[in-house]
């Protein structure tokens, strides 16, 4: 694993591709905050429960000038035919892919030896600094009311 970004640090810029091939790119959403949810894999579990809580409260996050994606290292046509699977329509699953994990690495969060990211949690703030890092066990589902409560508590930013 590289340096792993902290509160505080400068958000790495980054423009992947969503589920439909739309191109994501971080530094559009200034003004925003952005919620990055790495999970490791599609088509598990825990994944699931995690990217399906991101559509749950989707308002929720709307409500708190936040933009929740989902980002694994899965690739495009996966993240497309899984958001299908599990009744995705509002959030953005962005691919990884290639090249491989480039955004987990930046952020310090892939895992080499097992060609995926950690799963975890990034809030970046309206002028793209890095205001919430949370890094959760592999098998452990991000408790949502959690990164709620953090938004809630950051200062709004101009």
Not at 34 to 39: E, P, R, T
Not at 54 to 63: Q, Y
Request: proline share 4%.
């Amino acid at each position: 694993m590289g340096n792993r970004l902290r509160v505080g640090d400068k958000a790495k810029g980054f423009s992947p591709q969503d589920q439909h091939e739309k191109l994501f790119k971080l530094a559009k959403f200034r003004g925003k905050r952005v919620l990055l949810s790495f999970h490791p894999l599609a088509w598990t579990s825990v994944c699931a429960e995690q990217m399906k809580s991101l559509e749950k409260n989707k308002s929720a996050f709307d409500s708190l000038n936040t933009f929740a994606v989902g980002m694994s290292i899965d690739t495009v046509p996966s993240k497309k035919a899984w958001a299908e699977s599990l009744g995705i329509e509002n959030t953005r699953l962005l691919s990884d892919f290639w090249p491989h994990g480039k955004v987990a690495k930046a952020y310090g969060i892939f895992r080499k030896d097992d060609g995926f990211s950690e799963r975890a949690n990034v809030i970046i703030d309206e002028k793209g600094t890095v205001a919430f890092f949370k890094v959760y066990r592999l098998g452990e589902l991000p408790n949502t009311k959690e990164i709620l409560d953090a938004l809630v508590k950051m200062p709004k930013l101009k």
